[in-house]
């Protein structure tokens, strides 16, 4: 595999970074991670505005523009030929000696790498799959791409032992978002998202199953989910670049809706795998 790191392309094996990086010592940094179908960077525009924004959030000057990124990805990508795939790249703030502070002048480190994206069981589309409602432990800018992940990695964990795919987050008694996937129910025929902010991460998934449901006279609707109402869900699904979108048909052991992935969902799986195309 080769990878980027810091303006060079090289093997794997070959791409070091030092132990005084602020990343590796606090977690301080941001990432993307953009999907490939086809050979082809999907929403790019959408990823780098959102890398730009976290950029912005911990003021952490943009090491490349627009053109640098998009020729940098597509580079690393040519180099890494397969099928679907995705791009992981992540920006620090770069290595000194350890202080909370930020440093001065000290340039960010840039990693990029390509993994393949596993192909879903079809059995996973036929039977869903199990969630978990776990609290949400989380800080308060959950709209920040940051690496920091040690409460979504808890949660996750926490489901993976229960037997369940993923954890659904609750905060103050609503369901926000996944460890790493965005929410939806339909409710009432009507697909429901919780708006963006500070509690979650506002998805490009999410935000292009919104864009369908509205091109194509979907009902949908942006508003908060209580987390009680997720028991009454007709259908419960999930949504990021790597998974697209997974129903969920058991929650904490129970089923959801008629415990089959719904209409609903069938549809909008449609709809964006022809939107993929
Ligand atoms: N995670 N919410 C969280 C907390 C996430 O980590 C992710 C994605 C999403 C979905 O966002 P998008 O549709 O832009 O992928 C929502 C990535 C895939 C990851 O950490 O691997």
Known sequence: MTVYLNGEFLPESEAKISVLDRGFLFGDGVYEVVPVFGGRLFRLEQHLDRLDRSLSAI???PPLDRAG?????????????????????????GVARRDHAFPPDVPPTVFAMVSPIKAPD?????????????????????DIKAITLLANILARQQAV?????????????????????????VADGVIVTPPKDTSL?????????????????LPVMESAIPEASLRDAEEIWLTSSTKEILPVTRLDERAVGEGRPGPVWRRMFDLYQDYKR
């Not at 079809?122 to 959950?142: E, I, M, Y």
């Not at 229960?162 to 939806?184: C, D, H, M, Q, Y």
């Open 59 to 61: 003021r952490i000057d």
């Open 69 to 93: 990124w998009t020729r940098m990805l597509e580079d690393l990508v040519a180099r890494n030929p397969g099928d679907d795939r995705s791009v992981y790249l992540q920006v620090t703030r």
């Open 122 to 142: 079809p059995a996973l589309f036929a039977q869903g799959v199990s969630a978990l409602t776990v609290p949400d432990t989380r800080w308060n800018r959950c």
């Open 161 to 185: 032992e229960a037997g369940a795919a993923e954890a659904i987050l609750v905060r103050g008694g609503f369901a926000t978002e996944g460890a790493a996937s965005n929410l939806f129910v």
């Open 201 to 217: 991460l506002p998805g490009i998934t999410r935000d292009l199953v919104v864009e369908l449901a509205h091109k194509h006279g």
